[in-house]
Structures are given as C-alpha cells and as structure tokens.
C-alpha cells in the first residue's frame, strides 16, 4: 500500500436545496458532494497543495473513448509537453478496491498510455509506476518526479 497523509485543506462548501456543494478549484465550480467527490476533492487538494502540480495540467472527470464506448476518468495528470503522466481513480470511502477497480484504471490506460496509476478510496491508496514492469511506491510521486 501507498502512504497517502492528508493535510488540513480549506474546502468552500455550500448547501443548495437541502444538497451540500464543494468548490472544484481544478474545474472552478461547486460540484455535488458525494462521499466520492470528497476523495477526488481531498486527492485534488493533496497534488496540487502537497505534490505541487500545476492545477493547468489536471484534468478531472473528462470522457474519453475506449472500444468505441464513452467513458469518464477521475483526474488524469499531464507533463508540461501535454502528455499524460498519471491517471487517478477515486472511489468513496466505503467501496473496496478489489479487482474491478484495478481492471478499470488499466482499460483506461489502454488509451492513455500513462506512467503511473493511483487507485485510492481515501483511506486506502495504491499507486505503481509503470516503467520496466509495475512498480508498488511507498509515496506519491510530486510533480517533479514525473
């Protein structure tokens, strides 16, 4: 497993209706706070905060096209000449990470063609690096070591 140690953010929150919003700095807006939105909010946080990656460089949520199917990343970071580093899957804090997971961050790969996967439901974090086999680390990789 990867260690993964959270540092206090300053989250915007809002209610709506009776439904709670947290503010995406990455895609500058509040978005629903699902218990899944506060993972990818808290690993969000953690790259650019801890890690010092560029918000410009994160994307988070987008579709992409696998076997001619639709589907949608969680945050997937890319180097400063475009190309895609690290791909991030954020599940909520009650859902294993069982094989399914692992299965759909490596179809997503198949597209993205990335150096490192980060599977993560907040409290438990696994992260390999991609180079020469699969590589478990010990940490998150910061920006400068991508």
């Known amino acids: 497993m990867t260690e993964v140690v959270f ?17 995406d700095e990455v895609r500058k807006k509040f978005v629903s706070l699902t218990p899944e939105e506060w993972v990818r909010q808290h690993i969000l946080h953690y790259l650019i905060h801890d890690k010092s ?3 410009s460089l994160i994307a988070v949520e987008r579709g992409i096209e696998l ?3 639709q589907k949608r990343f969680d945050v997937v970071v890319f180097a400063n000449d475009g190309k895609p580093k690290m791909i991030v899957e954020c599940k909520a ?3 294993k990470l069982d094989e399914k997971v692992f299965e ?6 198949l597209s993205l063609r990335v150096d490192f996967l980060w599977v993560t439901n907040g409290e438990k974090n696994f992260c390999c690096k991609l180079k020469e086999g699969i590589e478990l680390l010990n940490s998150i990789p ?5």
């Open 7 to 23: 540092s206090e953010y300053n989250f915007r929150t809002e209610e709506r209706e009776g439904k709670k919003f947290i503010f």
């Open 53 to 55: 990656f560029p918000k």
């Open 67 to 69: 076997n001619g199917l």
């Open 93 to 95: 804090p009650e859902e």
């Open 104 to 109: 759909q961050i490596a179809r997503y790969n």
């Open 142 to 146: 910061s920006f400068s070591e991508l």
